[in-house]
């Protein structure tokens, strides 16, 4: 017990029933409010290594707030970062702390195992004993630990009754419905990954069974957890409408080195963890990376040797002047109508290393529209070369500028360009390099690819970075067209005689080659 318990109840003041009434209305103020009242005398390591108040920051916030108004939510985080505290605990407290007059307000807690929702559960209804709002709660079932049976009072007497069991995810049955629906963990852990059949089981389980417990849309149901493969629950639930999807890795930007929580992890404290727990280990747990594809061909921290933090993209806005006539080589990696594709444009320095002026990826985007893009941007950028994949002939017969070639994916020339794009990316100072813009997708989109050169589907795409970077590479170490090929924008019918003379050209024509 506590002292709460042990002493008999003092009234509520104006100023906590005030923080009631807020805390009943909006889950962000319950949880700086109310809820943090369970923690008082607790401290957190900061990111220096001092000792801290405990106290919730404004990532919490922001995923209270999210969950107040999406009954359907899906939330990916890392670990530490208090996601079964906020949305698995607090969550639920919330659901029964705001309890109306004579209702039942019942939940499930999911998790992969039983053994661990009946942990959650008794360690939330310790956190219910202990908090000073819920003095006056009588608990009706004072000597089992893992099961929550409260009736709500304010010191007026009872006016709710409030119930939360645990259950392991493969024991879910249908035909019950209630209130709220709290899905944590329910994918094991990276310790103990599990095999493809079993996923697959917990996705069948979640869609048949999950899903139909809340018989009303407005009922909860949240998922908290962190991703094992790309074809998993938490990650299938994308696609769908009507949840709420969201991921926030623990390093949101590597580029300007944002992090989530920076009172306790700042960067250089999830740098140090990286070192500490090792790559791997670090892109799953705190950068929500399926353990599935963590044999990428290019990990993040090699994509980050080409990373330029000082480099920005070209305007859109803006003329682009090449007053030394470099050569500007593209690559373009054609997704299908349910995924994005994606172009980028590079400008070829003197030394032969590659900097990149633009990339974009194209959500939702028509072929039609696609080669209208792409064919101002061979305007913008005054072309010299670019590549796209026309494995399926998508842009065939569209009006493309003929400053873009086709070429078809075959086993050899994905093995190619992949390792052409390798070199450039571990290449010497002496030698051709390439630097990338830090745009956080894209480099996300670059390491999905493994080694074996295939890629997961995934919101994102399935490692269409990769290969558009590639074939722009390859544009590159092809160099300059050595005909004659007219104007960068299809529309024109005029033929220059003389096309203007890139560097490798004076050096073709240098060393006597024929034009």
């Known amino acids: ?145 893992n099961i929550i049976d409260f009736l709500v009072d304010w010191g007026d007497g009872p006016i709710a009754e409030v119930t939360l069991k645990g259950s392991g995810i493969k024991s879910a049955t249908r035909g019950r419905h209630p209130k709220f629906v709290i899905c944590d963990d329910i994918l094991s852990d990276f310790s103990n990954p599990l095999a493809s059949t079993e996923l697959r089981l917990i996705n069948r389980i979640f869609r048949q069974t999950i899903m139909s417990l809340p018989s009303n849309p407005d009922d909860i149901l949240w998922l908290v957890g962190t991703p094992q493969a790309y074809d998993d629950i938490l990650y299938q639930l994308a696609a769908n409408e009507d949840w709420m999807w969201l991921i926030y890795p623990a390093i949101s930007d590597w580029v300007k080195q944002k992090t989530q929580w920076p009172e306790k992890f700042d960067f250089e404290r999830l740098t140090r963890i990286r070192k500490n727990i090792g790559e791997t280990a670090f892109e799953v747990e705190y950068q929500l990376t399926p353990i599935t594809v963590t044999d990428q061909f290019l990990t993040r921290e090699d994509v980050l040797l080409a990373v330029d933090p000082q480099l920005s993209p070209w305007p859109v806005g803006k003329n682009f002047v090449n007053l030394d006539k470099l050569g500007t080589y593209a690559g373009m990696d054609i997704g299908k109508m349910v995924h994005p594709s994606h172009v980028s444009i590079f400008l070829e320095m003197p030394s032969g290393t590659l900097i990149q002026l633009y990339q974009r990826f194209l959500d939702n985007t028509n072929y039609v529209q696609q080669v209208k893009i792409l064919n101002a941007l061979a305007i913008k950028f005054q072309l010299t070369r670019g590549y796209y994949d026309n494995t399926r002939n998508e842009l065939d017969d569209r009006g493309l500028s003929k400053r873009w070639r086709g070429r078809t994916f ?106």
């Not at 318990?5 to 409010?33: C, H, M, V």
């Open 410 to 515: 075959t086993n050899k020339l994905k093995a190619d360009i992949a390792v052409k794009l390798e070199k450039r990316v571990f290449a010497e100072s002496h030698e051709k390099g390439i630097l990338l813009l830090g745009d956080e997708r894209q480099i996300r989109s670059i390491v999905m690819v493994r080694k074996d050169l295939k890629a997961d589907e995934t919101p994102d795409g399935h490692g269409d970075a990769f290969w558009s970077n590639a074939l722009a590479v390859k544009a590159a170490d092809d160099g300059p067209v050595l005909v004659d090929i007219g104007s960068a924008d299809p529309r024109s019918s005029l033929m220059k005689n003389q096309r203007q003379e890139s560097p490798r050209d004076t050096i073709w024509r240098q060393l006597g080659g024929n034009q």
């Open 1 to 145: 017990m506590n002292k709460y318990r042990d002493e008999a109840p003092q009234p509520f003041t104006e100023e906590e029933r005030l923080n009631i009434q807020l805390g009943k209305s909006f889950f962000w103020w319950f949880l700086e409010t109310i809820f943090i009242k369970s923690f008082e005398g607790l401290t957190f390591t900061g990111h220096e290594g001092q000792r801290e108040p405990f106290e919730f920051s404004n990532i919490h916030r922001e995923w209270a707030v999210l969950a107040q108004f999406n009954p359907r939510m899906c939330l990916q985080a890392p670990r530490a970062h208090l996601k079964t505290t906020v949305i698995g605990q607090g969550g639920p407290f919330w659901l029964m702390f705001k309890a109306a007059d004579n209702e039942l307000v019942d939940g499930i807690y999911f998790s992969y195992k039983a053994e661990l929702a009946n942990e959650k559960v008794a360690a939330l209804k310790r956190l219910i004993l202990t908090n000073p709002y819920c003095r006056f709660w009588r608990d009706l079932k004072p000597t089992s630990e």
